[in-house]
Structure formats: C-alpha cells, structure tokens
C-alpha cells in the first residue's frame, strides 16, 4: 500500500479527471471503463505511464509507479476473470465496504448455530492446549 496522503486539494484535482470514480486521502478508485481501455491498450504495447499520461493523469500527484502496478494488478484480473472482472468491483465481501457480513446481520437460528459453532470450536482448542500442557 502507498504512503502517500492526498490534501483536500490534491483530492479534488483528481476528482477533476474523468477516470476517477472517486478518491479519498490514500487510494483513488479508477472508472471501469478505464480499467478496461487501459488493459487493452497495454496489450497492444502501449507503457503504462503513457496510457495515464494520455488519461490527462499527473504522475508527479498520483505517483510514477502508480500506473505500473495498477496496470499489473488489472491484467492479472483480466488473465483470470476476463473483462467482465475488471468492470465489476472486485471486492471480496457482501458489503459495500468489502467485509463480509457480522453476526449481527444474522437471524436468530443463524446466530444460535454460529454461536454454537464458536463454543464447539473454542472447547476443542481448550482440549487440544490442555493435551500440549500435559505433555511438557
């Protein structure tokens, strides 16, 4: 993950570039269609700093390695999803924020058997740990 850390200002310089989704003080999101325009034009040769470069992007801003590793990143979910994986969101949970859903989000029999998976589980490793004690 980047150390960089945008300004209010730098953030809304960005927001400016019709290829951002959005943007907050440590990442910046890119617009799908971009993701996919970018894959092929780096397949068809093009560097990854020219293809950000002709995005109107400000390497100084955004960084120079930037487009390098977004460029990797994305053909690696193009190779294994195809297009379709880089237009949608690529995050891995439930919820908008990426994590997936919290016992709260659970009904009462799901929380009762998850519950109950819990206290399986936590009295196997007291069992196993006890075993370990025993031994040394």
């Known amino acids: 993950m980047s150390k960089r850390i945008f300004t209010k200002e730098q953030i809304e310089q960005l927001l400016k570039n019709p290829n951002i989704e959005g943007c907050s003080e440590k990442s910046i999101s890119y617009k799908k269609e971009f993701k996919v325009s ?3 034009k780096h397949r068809e040769g093009a560097p990854p700093s020219w293809i950000f470069k002709e995005a109107d992007f400000n390497l100084v801003l955004i960084g120079y390695d930037t487009p390098k590793w ?6 690696k979910i193009y190779r294994e999803k195809g297009e379709d994986g880089l237009k949608t969101d690529g995050r891995k949970g439930n919820n908008p924020n990426g994590r997936p859903k919290g016992i709260r989000h659970l009904s009462d029999k799901e929380k009762l058997k998850y519950l109950e998976a819990e206290v399986a589980y936590l009295k196997a490793e007291n069992s196993f740990l006890a075993k370990l004690r025993k031994k040394s």
């Open 38 to 40: 970018s894959v092929r």
């Open 70 to 75: 977004c460029l990797k990143r994305w053909l």
